[in-house]
């Protein structure tokens, strides 16, 4: 829920090969979502294959959070990178049901399953 | 020139001007100038029952039609009577003028108690006014109808004023006649205009915030045009309702203020928080810009007073919203500005977002809501009494249409629906127009039903009623110990509106409006629905709940400490 206080957002980059997994953990919202992207924007590189958002520790996203997603998602198709998202829970499944989320992103319930698929 | 009186040069000067009707009541102080109404072609004047009715009806007439309102009423208590649908149209920025009759020139400011008599009367509506002039002879009335309508034509479109003499009506002399004002529409510097351009080509969650400036300038169209050559999604203020179709795929739907969401489950709220570039046209930002100074504003206003108060990120752009828009468009597409993926989609997932979060919010004004929204054809003139129908409107019912939506802005005054519901069904004869009300609202100018049917205005009004001053009634009852006289003792609403000629209808339930109302527009009268709905328990409008937490709204102890 939107406050006014700025909702608290933590990333973490794994690279392996040409790779990325970016969990996001707590709260995505408008006070940081442009945060949220500029993470994104500067982990991944022009060479990288695969991408993947692991959401498993994820509380919230709002609209401006999947405004960034889905930005995301068309500059990475643009230079041919496969983005996905993991291990959503079940608040984070409603979110991406809700708003149709669910059918503009490949979505894995593990981030096993999502490099699997993906890397095959 | 030719030998006119005062009221024949108010009559000619006003067709000049493209007024066709005028609301008014006449009185004995301007008998010369309903006479030359009467006698001129092409112009007629509407009689209200009360004067509050004049600019609430010339206010609905312009913001349907585009064209400027006229209302003519008796000094002194005419004004002050009148002067409510100046607060309405003010607010709204909307072009109303005022034509008030005054006493005896030699008697006026000396206080000798004449017939409405008020000392100083322009000051009655100065603050509701941008322009006021008192016409002293005849020759001078065309020089106050063309500065009048110039006035309202350039800048912010506000209620002007003119008084005229009861002598000036009548006596006659040598009067040129003038043509209307040329008008130019102010175009902001090119420089802004390239620096606006490269700030949008940077941007990546750019946003465009559309005000009700948009709708005044007619640039509807213009702004649709912005935001598909520049692929930026639309959100729009309450004003700013109908300036793009809420069907568009570039528009997420309208909020009341930007800032009066935030503490709501509101995407709206969010999405515009995280822009990094707002574009704002013709809005005044009620509450401030969400995105605050990490944020490009470009502003486009013509009202230059608003142009850089709002922060100092901010990139001016001084003019009219539809010229504006158009001297952009080029410099847009030369630097390919549009060349960033689609928010069609972004904007989608935030609407089912919205719907999704606001049904829990909302019951159950919700269903409702929407089945009206499902039953009134959609390009139908919609006026929104101040009830919480019309608070849930201002955001979540769908308009289509520009200019068919119509609410009182910030002004929120209870009893403007009704009258400015007929001004718009004059202005658009031939297409349906509802009033959504209160039966508080209602009853401030019941009285207009007479006008509707003497005049054949058939309005559709949906009245619902819980005889009782709801939203106040629970507050009180919430944070004062009880309420107090918000009960309403009212009359059988549908044998009211019969006993004016007019149609009666009622619901047994508020889902039956599914058929009355179309029931309703098929008979081409005026039409009350009385719909009870004393059995709901209707929660605060969350859309104002915000003010709930100012201190003035419940007891205190001591004084409230002065931020």
Redesign the interface.
Known sequence: ????AKAVMNTTVQRKNKTVIIEVEGQV???N??KL?STIQTSVKHHDKIVILDLKKLKYI???G???I??IA??LQNQKTQLAACSLTNEIQK?FT????HQ?LKVYNTREQALAALQG | MTKLSGGEALAKSLVREGCEVVFGIPGIQIYGLVAGIRDEPGIRMITTRHEQATTYMADGYARVSGKIGVAMVVPGVGIYNAASGLTTAYSRSSPVLLIAGQIPREHIGRGLGGIHEVINQTNVVSTVTKWQYMALTPREIPYAVSEAFRQMRTGRPRPTMIEIPPEVAVEREEVQLRDTAPISRIVPDHKQLDKAVRAITKSDFPLIFAGGGVARSNAEAALVELAEATNIPVMTSGGGKGVIPDSHPLCYGSCISPSAEQYEFNQLFEVMQSADLVIGVGSRFALGNPAGESSVLININIDDAELTRIQANTIPLHGDAKATIEALLPLLKEANAGDRPSPAAGVAAARKLIAYYDIAEKEPQYPILKMIEDTIPDEAVIVWGVSQFGMYARTHYKVNHPKTYIDSGYSLNLGYSFPTALGAKVACPDRPVVCVVGDGGFMFAASELSTAVKYDINVVTVLFRDDDYGNVSRDLNEFFGGTYETDLHNPDFVSFAESFGAVGMRAEDPMDLQKLIPKALELEAPVIIDVPITHMQLPRPRLIRHLYSSPWTTPQEGLIQRT
């Not at chain 1, 829920?1 to 006014?4: F, I, V």
């Not at chain 1, 809700?98 to 989320?101: A, C, K, L, T, V």
């Open positions: 829920m939107n406050t006014g919202d408008g006070t979502s442009r992207y709002s609209s401006a999947l405004r960034v889905l930005l068309r500059t979110i809700i708003s149709g989320f503009l």
